[in-house]
T-cell receptor, first 108, second 113 residues
Framework: EDKVVQSPLSLVVHEGDTVTLNCSYEVTNFRSLLWYKQEKKAPTFLFMLTSSGIEKKSGRLSSILDKKELFSILNITATQTGDSAVYLCGKGAQKLVFGQGTRLTINP | NAGVTQTPKFQVLKTGQSMTLQCAQDMNHEYMSWYRQDPGMGLRLIHYSVGAGITDQGEVPNGYNVSRSTTEDFPLRLLSAAPSQTSVYFC????????????FGNGTRLTVT
């Protein structure tokens, strides 16, 4: 069965810090890897990664995929309190499977 | 732009009762899916559909039924609710799974007592 593992499960940092969130996965049925941010309600899409070594960037957030080592990272630089959320990593196509999520808390 | 609409937002059931969680999307997406999210856990796939008339099981299908009679709607049925089904349920859709991201509804919070 497909498995996605995220680490850490929980992270507390101060505003302005840089954080790295990790996502490792099994190789079966790889089509794409997705990152989502979830605050109060529905997850909102951040990045979709399909090719190894190509960084996706949006403002202070960036993500990269390593298909050889089977992992992805999500970086957030100069964190703000509004970055506090659960970050979810998912892999697959028709059966898109998610990890447990990383709960990120940014303290002012 | 409605996107993915889920109803109801909240529901309380007694053990053994049945109910249907509704999900509708107006983006003409062929693919739709249902997830449940429990505290401290990520999203777990219940059922999914790649088009009208086609459904398949996800990671945790037991206790849930689905059908897909139209492209727009993908209801999730609980035939006999159990406390273990207390969760937040999310419906999602996309035009092409694996090539385009999922769009999520705002969720239904279900409590089974």
């Amino acid at each position: 069965e497909d498995k996605v593992v995220q680490s850490p499960l929980s992270l507390v940092v101060h505003e302005g810090d840089t954080v790295t969130l990790n996502c490792s996965y099994e190789v079966t049925n790889f089509r794409s890897l997705l990152w989502y941010k979830q605050e109060k309600k529905a997850p909102t899409f951040l990045f979709m990664l399909t090719s190894s070594g190509i960084e996706k960037k949006s403002g202070r957030l960036s993500s990269i995929l390593d298909k050889k080592e089977l992992f992805s990272i999500l970086n957030i630089t100069a964190t703000q309190t509004g970055d506090s959320a659960v970050y979810l990593c998912g892999k697959g196509a028709q059966k898109l499977v998610f990890g447990q999520g990383t709960r990120l808390t940014i303290n002012p | 732009n409605a996107g993915v609409t889920q109803t109801p937002k909240f529901q309380v059931l007694k053990t053994g009762q049945s109910m249907t969680l509704q999900c509708a999307q107006d983006m003409n997406h062929e693919y739709m899916s249902w997830y449940r999210q429990d505290p401290g856990m990520g999203l777990r796939l219940i059922h999914y559909s790649v088009g009208a008339g086609i459904t398949d099981q996800g990671e945790v299908p037991n206790g849930y039924n689905v059908s897909r009679s139209t492209t727009e709607d993908f209801p999730l049925r609980l035939l006999s609710a159990a406390p273990s089904q207390t969760s937040v349920y999310f419906c999602a859709s996309t035009s092409s799974p694996g090539d385009s991201p999922l769009h999520f509804g705002n969720g239904t919070r279900l409590t089974v007592t």
